[in-house]
């Protein structure tokens, strides 16, 4: 199948096969699944401009999906996420000034493809994805040793417990106001400006890398605000919805969005996203962040492979 706005022909099944694997983990883990999204888009043939921006538009969505029935679990800090999106979209915009700035101009009319551009955003995938992959591996490990020294378990299906946990209580000791309080999220004061450092660097990323960045926000939150997991993954997604629409538009408006591609891959994203959802209410947080490790490896791998496939053809 060709879409014609990106100039990109596309197998139809395997972009549904991809929104639904995406959305199964965008539900399960509360990102919007650009680690492994942009990659596959990239791996078929999908400029980087445009990657980036059908990327969000298809998170869009599927987001929406998936909050709704978070929403529905309990598992939605509704102030947490409105403060976050105050922060998101300053971060967004200067992503995509970013994307812009190194996209190189058309030619008649037809979008050429830029290898600085490819080595920027690919390149910072990378790095960013492997860094939070390692940091939640030894996360994980320690507090495994945490639990078997200390004799503590999860407390049921929905327990959690961090061995980085001095973190947050840190970040949540900082004098620096306003504060808010949380408490949905047990909470009971926090700084602002934490709160908007880290949704206008996940929006940052969200900009310049495409989707909704979850993938940093969602362990940010965990590991520096001190949210609950469960919170954390539900409250991300809907913050999603924010961050990756209003990405969408900013990415529309400079011609970087391939709608038709985006609405093909919805169309596995939405039951995927469902799905995923509805498992976390079986899983205890330590497991979920356990389970989230592998995916950053895989989605940089698949860009190593990507880079790598690009620097033989120059």
């Not at 529309?252 to 939405?270: R, S």
């Amino acid at each position: 199948m060709i879409f014609p706005i990106s100039g990109v022909e596309i197998n139809p099944f395997g972009l549904v096969a991809v929104g639904f694997f995406v959305g199964l983990l965008g539900g399960f883990f509360g990102v919007g699944g650009s680690f492994l999204a942009g990659p596959a888009l990239s791996a078929f043939g999908v400029p980087t401009n445009f990657m980036v921006g059908t990327d969000l538009a298809h998170i869009v969505g599927k987001s929406i999906v998936a909050a709704r029935k978070h929403r529905m679990l309990g598992n939605i800090d509704l102030k947490l996420g409105v403060l976050m999106a105050l922060g998101t979209v300053g971060g967004v915009e200067l992503g995509a000034q970013l994307i812009e700035w190194l996209k190189p101009k058309p030619i008649n009319g037809i979008a050429q493809k830029s290898f600085v551009l490819d080595c920027a955003v690919q390149g910072t995938f990378v790095v960013v994805l492997l860094a939070i992959s390692s940091f939640m591996a030894l996360e994980a490990y320690r507090t495994w040793q945490m639990t078997r020294r200390q004799g503590t378990a999860a407390a049921g299906p929905r327990g959690d417990h961090s061995a980085y946990g001095h973190l947050a209580r840190r970040v949540q000791r900082l004098p620096l106001g306003p504060f808010v309080s949380l408490p949905t999220s047990g909470i009971p004061r926090i700084s602002l400006g934490a709160i908007l450092v880290v949704s206008f660097v996940g929006g940052m990323f969200s900009g310049f890398l495409g989707g909704g960045a979850g993938y940093i926000r969602m362990p940010a939150m965990i590991y520096l605000l001190g949210i609950p997991t469960h919170i954390a993954v539900g409250t991300d997604l809907f913050e999603i919805i924010v961050s990756a629409g209003y990405g969408t538009w900013s990415h529309a408006m400079k011609g970087n969005v391939d709608i038709m591609i985006a609405l093909v891959m919805h169309t596995g994203a939405a039951l995927g996203a469902q799905i995923g959802a509805t498992l976390t209410q079986y899983f205890g947080g330590p497991r979920i962040r356990l389970a989230f490790i592998p995916l950053p490896v895989l989605g940089a791998g698949i860009m190593i492979y990507k880079l790598a496939t690009g620097l033989a053809h120059h």
